[in-house]
């Protein structure tokens, strides 16, 4: 047994201290934003650190929840989100498998070809001529299509069958399965952890995308919910309250963006603990070999 | 073999599924964007012009694509107040908003495109619509040259002020492709905390002296009776980080040198010159430096982000702020009983008495038609219509009934119940506006709910405009002086150090001196001279 050192001890106390207090820091901000978000505003002013309020004041999130337009933002966001996750991973899988086989015909070519995207592409006003002529203008196919497959995700899959050990295939295979089978038997259950880091990244990017949205779509009540809470926070004007709430319970704008910001982020925050141990081994996929 | 059979067998399956995920999404969206298609088409050519002018009060409404910049808050879609709007104007509107924050992003892509709407708003970095985007648009023939027409709208000409006109015209050929938005008339001055003023038994200054008084009281008196030294007199702040924030509407304490914020006033002796060589430049630097000095301003005034300087005034840790007439009852979304606790006055006055109120043409963007267009005179009439009252108070109002109860014209009052207040929020907004003012002027105040608050508006108002002499600046439209930033922007940069490290105290005046003599007056001298040209060429 190994007997620890007071070295060891010390460089635990000093390891855990260190992580605790980035910890801290990664968490403050949404404290500070969650709790402001409940503070009456007048409390905020007169001490903008004060992270317990004397009471917890839900006015702002009474008038978000009246705001039909987050709701809808709401609505077409889970739609690309879950529709987004689920064609990203199938599709990554049945290219990554193939390309995992060092005797695939061609496959260099099309590793290239793959590479190339991460390095040049269309433009913005090319995509938009390229979108609007695949009909996809207006669609919420079109914030889930142009991002479904991308290049760098794909050769970490790809990376990441390689590294399961071609004996279990070949056994398989003698065993009668075809490529399907092994596929779905055999290296999907060995890629869980893998496959769930890209659901995580895949679904995070789609939760958090605007910008498409900006290019891609004209109809506001296409709007993924980031594009609308963007334009609610960074608006300097008015959001939208009503004032005689606003009297009565202290929210203003500024309590009110804060809410937004919470209900905005706070379903994509509680998938991260289910899906955390299997992030936790995927995120070193691909930096074995490759 | 057999392996290399399967794999192939794998890819020409992944390659088939993707194609059909991708037939499957544009099968799904043929119906979407056929529709759009066939509106587009739809809407180039004008139906049937020609006749409908013979059958003038018969003639069907023109559909009329409009792209607009447009809080995300409205509801575009089935929007009652667009569909009223479009009733009254005879049209019928297709409104496409995209987010304010990216709308120069999305409005360059449609240019880019070839499909463009019938009226384009554009805001620009100019703040009036011209701007070098329009500029380049005009250039590259996508825009229609509306000189030979503007004079058949009465309500555009009587609303529009040839000093508006002036500002939007090219710079390269001096034709007009942007129908300004004519907007409210700011009259920018200070905000004050009047509770600390009446605590310390003070009245709102008038001239530099009681300005300094008042700004050492707030900061030395404890205002707020806290028994700390946590106060400050004065705070500023700018709108980006790129921009002093000394020069962000602080017409208030510059007037009381004679230091026009803007460019396109007079120097004291009557002739044009660049500020940096108008005689109130280095004083109002130097008050500045004192101020700091004595620690008597805010001591991050030279890099609050816009708005920092408000949020300091609503925490009362500063006591005077910069703001305009409408920023007292503004600041009620941000601190409900903003009206109680603080005032709106005008600048100071200068040594001979004079506090000089700097207005520019009051512009809040353009609207832009495409060359192409077959609905020019359409769109036209139609903002023509939009420069009536009657339009401006139906986007700024909304319907009564829907959005309030009763409104009065002539008072500005307002009467809506909170559910009504609400649905305003959602069914309009200022960003929807046509035309944001009527001859300098808005529908309504803004929150400006009760008669209690209207009238505290209106008395600060009428009590600034008392003291203040109003001088109407012209737009200018000398592109080297605009262009400073693009051409010697490593200069601009170092103006701006030079001026900080000034107030701040780490050099010294005869430093600052050298620095605009052998640097800053030869590299704007082509500048100046073309600026002080055209502004000699109006004869104003």
Known sequence: MKIRSNGDRVFDVVNYTVITLFALVCLFPFVYVAAFSITPYTEYLQNPLKLIPSHAEFGAYRQIFKMTVLWTGYRNTILITVAGVLINIFLMLITAYPLSKRDLKGRNVALILITFTMFFNGGLIPNFYLIRSLHLYNSLWSLILPGALGAYNLILMKNFISNIPPSLEESASID??????????????????AIATFVIFHAVSQWNLFFNAVIYTSKRELWPLMLIVRDLVVDSGAV????????????TEFTIKMAIIIFSTLPILLIFP????????????????G | MGKNSHSRVSVLMSVLLLTSALAACSSNDNKESGASGSEASGSS???????????????????????????????????????????????????????????????QVVMASGDLPDLIYNWGTAGNGADANMEKWAQNGLLAALDDKIANYPNLMKNITPDMWNAVKSVNDGKTYIIPRANVVNHWGYVINQKWLDKLNLKAPTTLDEFTNVVRAFTKDDPDGNGKDDTYGLSLSGPDLGRNTIWNA?????????????????????????????????????????????????????????????????????GIVYGHQFAVLGNISKLPDSEKIFSYHGVLKDSNGVASDWVTPAMWGGWMIPKDSKKIDDVLAFLDWGNTPEANALFQLGMQGLTYDSYDPTTKAVSRTAEQAE??????????????AINGEGASIANADTPEKLNVYKTQLDEAMKQMTVVNVPAVRSPKILNLNGTIPDLVKKKDEKEIAYITGTISEQQFKDFLEKEWYPATADAEKEYVDYMNSLGK
């Open chain 2, 423 to 436: 649905k305003l929020n959602t069914l309009t907004s200022t960003y929807m506006t046509l035309a944001n």
């Open chain 2, 45 to 107: 050519p004008a139906p049937a012009s020609a006749s409908a002018k013979e059958t003038e009060s018969k003639k069907e409404p023109v559909k009329i694509k409009m792209f607009n910049r447009v809080n995300a808050d409205v509801v575009i879609d089935k929007n009652p107040i667009l569909e009223e709007a479009g009733k009254l104007a005879n049209v019928k509107l297709e409104v496409e908003a995209p987010p304010i924050n990216n709308y120069v992003d999305k409005l």
């Open chain 1, 274 to 289: 289910f899906m955390q141990k299997y992030f936790m081994k995927g995120i070193l996929i691909g930096s074995i070999k």
């Open chain 1, 176 to 193: 009668g399965a075809n490529e399907v089978t092994i596929l779905a038997k055999i290296i999907i259950p060995l890629s869980k952890p």
């Open chain 2, 250 to 318: 602080t017409n208030f304490l510059a007037a009381a040198f004679d230091l026009p914020v803007v460019d396109g006033a007079k120097d004291t002796d009557g002739t044009y010159k660049i500020r940096e060589k108008m005689s109130g430049y280095l004083p109002y630097l130097t008050y500045l430096k004192k101020l700091n000095d004595e620690k008597l301003i805010d001591p991050e005034f030279l890099i609050n982000k816009i708005y920092v300087d408000t949020e300091k005034l609503n925490q009362y840790k500063v």
């Open chain 1, 240 to 251: 939208a309250r009503d004032t005689s709430d606003a009297v009565n319970t202290g929210v």
